[in-house]
């Protein structure tokens, strides 16, 4: 009976995201499994086909000491093995080592066969998983893993990287075709690069709704990064117990490779046409961010051997795909730092909106993909490109002032989605960054607008979650067709990638500090304490209440002055808080404000009085220690280091820092000096972040 009403839809979506998948009480036939009670070392629960694999009776083991049983099987081959390297292994079980590996022998039927063993533990009691281990020829693995690793290493783009990973993958495991599955912010699945076999169906560009991977499935990604599925047609081997009425509580199979698989996903497999499959987890430093998924049409045994070569690929491509990215967001983020710069060396000479606009607003466009951008300052509105009509934009802007407070940008890719589709005349613009200008009263806005852009998307069947009634209970039907089916996209521009968002307001910065030069400049002598104020304000950095980049300009270049003059040591610290995209995107930028307010307070408090600190942009700060030599400077930044890492944020975590120090040079301007202290920066965060380089 199919259900269409969406509070049926509802409940069937939140079964689906509560089916205990972790949990499932039985294995895969691919191995076996035995459970021991941690205190007594006696074996509460094994699979069923315990004696198929290990040709140990199940009514004999369970109940037995692991110790005894061991024991037995040691007197069985002529070789006499001892486990006691197995045994080590398994006391190795900690919250630091939660997962062990041992390779061991054992004979099944007078056959010695071998067999990897994995173990984790879950509460109270010790998880053994065992898999038969082929013979390979592990030489021959070992050169086709160089080979691949080598072109990984050489690819250049992301394109590339990728599109040689799952022809590497495939070409070792031996499936029918290879996906890299990326998610986007909704969690669908979009096929990035693919390889296949002649007469498979490729999905390649293709989306996947949510549902296909829910959220307890994914998170499981988490614990172990491998889902292998040999034979999608077995039956599961339930687990049985000693006692089946003890109330053992069910085990967490999550680290191991037999868990069982859902019917859903079975189901699921079968109507793709899947006989087996592997999945590979790929994850950044925010999180989940895509799958290399594997599909063989046929049952595709897979040796544990060829699994974690699949694994070491799908790793050093990992690394190589965010390094690229990183080098790709440093390269996006030098252009916009040239044109804050323009703002920095040029103080007051482009202070009017209007002027501002005209000068830069074509270049802002191009920088941050924008159709038009608008000025709101002072009640003044400049605006260029393709923007609303003037009248729209100042009802957007007193929205915005009415609900939207604090220093924290404000986006969408659709604004019909958003209450400013009843304040604006939008047009075909479905996209806006909103940027706060803090630093001058009354706060002004700088606008960013892109167009809708329509396009098709395609999707591997119909994406509509399909509810259904299973013995009384509202469940998600697994879909039956994986056909091209086509979504009509209106009414979204692309998306704002985070990197622009923090870049762009960077740039607010800049142009708020540029623009309260202006008001400073307007201001005449009967309002002298008012021009202190703002004088003050033009300063200091509104959120940190350390200098702003263009005090620490001002300071710098006397400093390198005097330097210079009387030969006097100068030493420069230029510090960035790592990883600090994730505090905005995980806990908000409220959360990375206070962050940046903690570490400016508590960096002051270390310093000497003779030294200063300032915000340079961003997540980034200037130390300048006058009087200091480079041994100094290293000694002061390597204290501040360990006090940033000792501070407690509670629920954030621990937060770092990377610190680069130059002194100065005879010869270097302000610009050399900043610039080798950044470097050495640099040279710190790709040392692995959290110390100190000079």
Same mark, same amino acid.
């Given at each position: 009976m199919s259900l269409h009403n969406s509070p049926q839809l509802d409940r069937a979506l939140k079964n689906c995201a509560n089916e205990p998948v972790h949990i499932p009480g039985a294995i895969q036939p691919a191995g076996c499994l035995l459970c021991v009670d941690e205190k007594s070392h006696r074996i509460v629960q094994v699979s069923a086909n315990l004696e198929s694999v290990l040709g140990l009776p199940v009514n004999t083991v369970l109940g037995a000491f692991l110790f005894d049983v061991l024991a037995q099987q040691s007197t069985r081959m002529e070789s006499g093995p001892s486990f006691q390297g197995m045994i080590d292994e398994l006391n190795t079980l900690s919250e630091e080592r939660p997962l062990v590996v041992h390779e061991i022998r054992w004979s099944v039927d007078g056959v010695v066969k071998v067999f990897q063993l994995s173990a984790w533990r879950d509460d109270h009691y010790v998880v053994i998983e065992m898999e038969p281990v082929p013979r390979l020829r592990q030489r021959r693995i070992l050169a086709r893993i160089n080979q691949w690793l080598a072109r990984l290493a050489e690819a250049e783009t992301r394109q590339e990287l990728l599109d040689t990973l799952v022809g590497g993958i495939r070409q070792l495991v031996g499936h029918d075709r290879v996906m890299v599955y990326q998610f986007d912010r909704d969690w669908h699945g979009t096929v990035v690069a693919e390889s296949c076999a002649e007469g498979t169906t490729s999905f390649l560009d293709h989306h996947f709704p949510?549902?296909?991977?829910?959220?307890?499935?994914?998170?499981?990604?988490?614990?172990?990064?491998?889902?292998?599925?040999?034979?999608?047609?077995?039956?599961?081997?339930?687990?049985?117990?000693?006692?089946?009425?003890?109330?053992?509580?069910?085990?967490?199979?999550?680290?191991?490779?037999?868990?069982?698989?859902?019917?859903?996903?079975?189901?699921?497999?079968?109507?793709?046409?899947?006989?087996?499959?592997?999945?590979?987890?790929?994850?950044?430093?925010?999180?989940?961010?895509?799958?290399?998924?594997?599909?063989?049409?046929?049952?595709?045994?897979?040796?544990?051997?060829?699994?974690?070569?699949?694994?070491?690929?799908?790793?050093?491509?990992?690394?190589?795909?965010?390094?690229?990215?990183?080098?790709?967001d440093a390269r996006y983020a030098r252009r916009v730092l040239e044109n804050r710069m323009l703002l920095v060396d040029h103080p007051g000479e482009m202070v009017k909106p209007d002027q501002l606009i005209n000068e830069y607003g074509e270049r802002w466009m191009d920088l941050f993909n924008a159709d038009g951008v608008a000025l709101m300052y002072q009640k003044k509105l400049s605006h260029v490109g393709h923007t609303p009509p003037p009248e729209a934009l100042l009802r957007i802007v007193n929205h915005l002032n009415d609900e939207h407070h604090g220093n924290a940008p404000w986006s969408s890719d659709c604004l019909n989605e958003t209450v400013l589709m009843d304040v604006g005349r939008l047009a075909d613009l479905a996209g806006m960054l909103a940027l706060p200008l803090t630093a001058v009263s009354p706060p002004g806005w700088l606008l960013f607008f892109r167009e809708e852009q329509q396009h098709v998307r395609y999707w591997a069947g119909s994406p509509e979650a399909e509810p259904v009634v299973v013995e009384g209970r509202a469940v998600i039907n697994p879909r039956r067709s994986f056909d091209?089916?086509?979504?009509? &996209?209106?009414?979204?521009?692309?998306?704002?990638?985070?990197?622009?968002?923090?870049?762009?307001?960077?740039?607010?910065?800049?142009?708020?500090?540029?623009?309260?030069?202006?008001?400073?400049?307007?201001?005449?002598?009967?309002?002298?304490?008012t021009n202190q104020y703002l004088a003050s304000l033009a300063?200091?950095?509104?959120?940190?209440?350390?200098?702003?980049?263009?005090?620490?300009?001002?300071?710098?270049?006397?400093?390198?002055? &005097?330097?210079?003059?009387?030969?006097?040591?100068?030493?420069?610290?230029?510090?960035?808080?790592?990883?600090?995209?994730?505090?905005?995107?995980?806990?908000?930028?409220?959360?990375?404000?206070?962050?940046?307010?903690?570490?400016?307070?508590?960096?002051?408090?270390?310093?000497?009085?003779?030294?200063?600190?300032?915000?340079?942009?961003?997540?980034?700060?200037?130390?300048?220690?006058?009087?200091?030599?480079?041994?100094?400077?290293?000694?002061?930044?390597?204290?501040?280091?360990?006090?940033?890492?000792?501070?407690?944020?509670?629920?954030?975590?621990?937060?770092?820092?990377?610190?680069?120090?130059?002194?100065?040079?005879?010869?270097?301007?302000?610009?050399?000096?900043?610039?080798?202290?950044?470097?050495?920066?640099y040279r710190a965060k790709n040392s692995g972040r959290n110390c100190v380089k000079y």
């Amino acid at each position: 009976m199919s259900l269409h009403n969406s509070p049926q839809l509802d409940r069937a979506l939140k079964n689906c995201a509560n089916e205990p998948v972790h949990i499932p009480g039985a294995i895969q036939p691919a191995g076996c499994l035995l459970c021991v009670d941690e205190k007594s070392h006696r074996i509460v629960q094994v699979s069923a086909n315990l004696e198929s694999v290990l040709g140990l009776p199940v009514n004999t083991v369970l109940g037995a000491f692991l110790f005894d049983v061991l024991a037995q099987q040691s007197t069985r081959m002529e070789s006499g093995p001892s486990f006691q390297g197995m045994i080590d292994e398994l006391n190795t079980l900690s919250e630091e080592r939660p997962l062990v590996v041992h390779e061991i022998r054992w004979s099944v039927d007078g056959v010695v066969k071998v067999f990897q063993l994995s173990a984790w533990r879950d509460d109270h009691y010790v998880v053994i998983e065992m898999e038969p281990v082929p013979r390979l020829r592990q030489r021959r693995i070992l050169a086709r893993i160089n080979q691949w690793l080598a072109r990984l290493a050489e690819a250049e783009t992301r394109q590339e990287l990728l599109d040689t990973l799952v022809g590497g993958i495939r070409q070792l495991v031996g499936h029918d075709r290879v996906m890299v599955y990326q998610f986007d912010r909704d969690w669908h699945g979009t096929v990035v690069a693919e390889s296949c076999a002649e007469g498979t169906t490729s999905f390649l560009d293709h989306h996947f709704p949510a549902t296909d991977i829910p959220e307890q499935v994914r998170n499981l990604y988490s614990v172990n990064p491998v889902r292998s599925i040999p034979d999608a047609t077995a039956k599961p081997v339930p687990l049985l117990s000693c006692d089946p009425l003890a109330r053992q509580p069910p085990l967490d199979l999550s680290p191991g490779m037999l868990r069982a698989v859902s019917p859903v996903h079975l189901t699921y497999l079968a109507n793709m046409g899947v006989g087996a499959s592997l999945s590979l987890s790929i994850h950044s430093t925010d999180g989940l961010w895509g799958l290399v998924a594997c599909h063989a049409r046929q049952p595709t045994p897979l040796s544990p051997a060829l699994r974690d070569a699949a694994l070491t690929l799908v790793r050093m491509a990992t690394q190589r795909l965010f390094l690229l990215q990183e080098r790709e967001d440093a390269r996006y983020a030098r252009r916009v730092l040239e044109n804050r710069m323009l703002l920095v060396d040029h103080p007051g000479e482009m202070v009017k909106p209007d002027q501002l606009i005209n000068e830069y607003g074509e270049r802002w466009m191009d920088l941050f993909n924008a159709d038009g951008v608008a000025l709101m300052y002072q009640k003044k509105l400049s605006h260029v490109g393709h923007t609303p009509p003037p009248e729209a934009l100042l009802r957007i802007v007193n929205h915005l002032n009415d609900e939207h407070h604090g220093n924290a940008p404000w986006s969408s890719d659709c604004l019909n989605e958003t209450v400013l589709m009843d304040v604006g005349r939008l047009a075909d613009l479905a996209g806006m960054l909103a940027l706060p200008l803090t630093a001058v009263s009354p706060p002004g806005w700088l606008l960013f607008f892109r167009e809708e852009q329509q396009h098709v998307r395609y999707w591997a069947g119909s994406p509509e979650a399909e509810p259904v009634v299973v013995e009384g209970r509202a469940v998600i039907n697994p879909r039956r067709s994986f056909d091209r089916w086509e979504e009509q &996209v209106a009414g979204h521009s692309p998306p704002w990638r985070s990197i622009e968002i923090r870049l762009a307001r960077e740039l607010s910065e800049n142009i708020s500090i540029t623009m309260f030069i202006h008001q400073v400049d307007m201001l005449n002598e009967r309002l002298r304490k008012t021009n202190q104020y703002l004088a003050s304000l033009a300063t200091t950095d509104s959120l940190t209440d350390t200098w702003n980049r263009y005090r620490i300009e001002q300071e710098l270049e006397k400093e390198v002055a &005097v330097a210079r003059r009387y030969t006097r040591p100068c030493t420069l610290l230029l510090f960035d808080i790592d990883n600090f995209k994730r505090f905005n995107d995980v806990h908000g930028h409220e959360a990375g404000d206070r962050v940046l307010k903690v570490i400016a307070h508590e960096v002051t408090g270390c310093l000497r009085e003779s030294d200063n600190l300032g915000r340079w942009g961003g997540e980034e700060f200037i130390v300048l220690a006058a009087n200091s030599t480079l041994d100094d400077g290293a000694q002061l930044a390597e204290r501040l280091r360990l006090h940033v890492e000792a501070l407690d944020f509670g629920e954030l975590g621990v937060v770092t820092i990377s610190v680069g120090v130059a002194e100065w040079r005879k010869g270097d301007t302000r610009k050399a000096l900043v610039a080798r202290a950044d470097e050495a920066m640099y040279r710190a965060k790709n040392s692995g972040r959290n110390c100190v380089k000079y």
